[in-house]
Each structure stands twice: as structure tokens, then as C-alpha cells.
């Protein structure tokens, strides 16, 4: 299977800063996501991260709030903006592997203060 | 609509007795069904999946989980459960033509004591 880094893995950030999380696979994969997690819920598809193209996003995010990049089929970076508390969350990236399996990174546990 | 059900939101058993963490679903046309677990401070981890054939699949760390398509749903097992199998677990399902989504349960917290 797949190896997903993420960086940070947590992070500690002020309201009205931005934070850019970075998403890095071993191999190149077609489908990458990020998610949203609050501890213990279950997880929300923020957008789908789109080689060479717009992220594809779902009902409630905004490119705005939330722009993604794919530059390559092995990279994807998240950036949360104008963050405020209700950001507070983890983030999580994943990819889909021989079009079956998905694939999740470890995470990135934020905090806004 | 696709959605996936976790209806308990824990589940305690005692160190080697078997445990049943239960999922339903519904999916248009063919389900691909999959459980996950996350430990504290982890990510998801890929524990076994159902595409097609026997309907008993078996996974990572000793479990295994069976599909049964009348009555649409993919309990996770195992016969015999170990502390460090405390965990969140999530089922998550997509349909067969769509490998864009995936719908997620809300997740059971297993707890499991010496």
C-alpha cells in the first residue's frame, strides 16, 4: 500500500493566520482527498485534490477558506485560511489505490487559539 | 442515497472474548465495503475490504468481517480480543462505478479490558 507523509503533524496557530498542510505519497496516485476530523467523530470529505485542475470541493467548503494545490500525481498541499477556533480539527489526506482502496495519511492535529 | 450506519457507539468486551463491531450500508448498484481502525493520535489505518466473492473477508490483526447482501451489512469480528484491539473503527462504503466517494459511519469506540 501507499506511504502518506504529512507535515506538521500538529500545530499550534493564532485566529486570522493561515496554516499549509503538506500531503506526500511514495508512489503516484490518480485520487488524493483531504479530510476534516474532529477527535473521535467521523470524518468530512473537504474536496478532492485534482492533478492539473481545480479541487473539486463539497457543499459547505470554499476555495477561499480552503485552496488546494496538486501539483504532481505524489503531492497536495491544504492551506486553512483566516483560521478562528472552529477550525480546531484534524486533517487528513488520503489517496485511492488501484481504484478500490483508500489510504490515509497520519494526520495533522490543529489548534487555533 | 448512499449512507453507512454504525449503530453502536461503543462496544465493551473482556480481553478473549469474541467481538462483533456492526455496520450497515446502503449503495446504489454493488457496495465496495471497508473498515478502518484509528488508534489515538493516528491516522486511519486499511484493516480488510469487500469487493466480490466470499462473502467472510479477513483483514489485518486477526479480523475478519462478513458481508451479507439481504440483509446489506459487513460486521467486523474477531474471536478473540486483545486490549491493544481498543480502538475507534469506522465502516465506510462506495458504490462500484464511483471511486470519487466514499461515505464514512460515524465510528464505534472499542474498548477492550484485561
Known amino acids: 500500500s501507499a506511504v502518506i507523509s504529512q507535515k506538521p503533524s500538529r500545530d499550534i496557530c493564532q485566529r486570522g493566520t493561515s496554516l499549509t498542510i503538506q500531503c506526500q505519497v511514495d508512489?503516484?496516485?490518480?485520487?488524493m482527498f483531504w479530510y476534516r476530523q474532529q477527535p473521535g467523530q467521523s470524518l468530512t470529505l473537504i474536496a478532492t485534490?485534482?492533478?492539473?485542475?481545480?479541487?473539486?470541493?463539497e457543499s459547505g467548503f470554499v476555495i477561499d477558506k480552503f485552496p488546494i494545490s496538486r501539483p504532481n500525481l505524489t503531492f497536495s498541499t491544504l492551506t486553512v485560511s483566516n483560521m478562528s477556533p472552529e477550525d480546531s480539527s484534524i486533517y487528513l489526506c488520503?489517496?485511492?489505490?488501484?481504484?478500490?482502496?483508500?489510504?490515509f495519511g497520519p494526520g495533522t492535529r490543529l489548534l487555533v487559539l | 442515497a448512499q449512507s453507512v450506519a454504525q449503530p453502536e457507539d461503543q462496544v465493551n468486551v473482556a480481553e478473549g472474548n469474541p467481538l462483533t463491531v456492526k455496520c450497515t450500508y446502503s449503495v446504489s448498484g454493488n457496495p465496495y465495503l471497508f473498515w478502518y481502525v484509528q488508534y489515538p493520535n493516528r491516522g486511519l489505518q486499511f484493516l480488510l475490504k469487500?469487493?466480490?466473492?466470499?462473502?467472510l473477508v479477513k483483514g489485518s490483526y486477526g479480523f475478519e468481517a462478513e458481508f451479507n447482501k439481504s440483509q446489506t451489512s459487513f460486521h467486523l469480528k474477531k474471536p478473540s480480543a486483545l486490549v491493544s484491539d481498543s480502538a475507534l473503527y469506522f465502516c465506510a462504503v462506495r458504490a462500484a462505478y464511483n471511486f470519487n466517494k466514499f461515505y464514512f459511519g460515524s465510528g464505534t469506540k472499542l474498548n477492550v479490558k484485561p
Open positions: 469487500y469487493i466480490t466473492g466470499d462473502n
Open positions: 485534490a485534482n492533478q492539473g485542475s481545480e479541487a473539486t470541493y
Open positions: 488520503s489517496v485511492v489505490e488501484g481504484e478500490e482502496t483508500q489510504y
Open positions: 508512489s503516484q496516485v490518480t485520487m
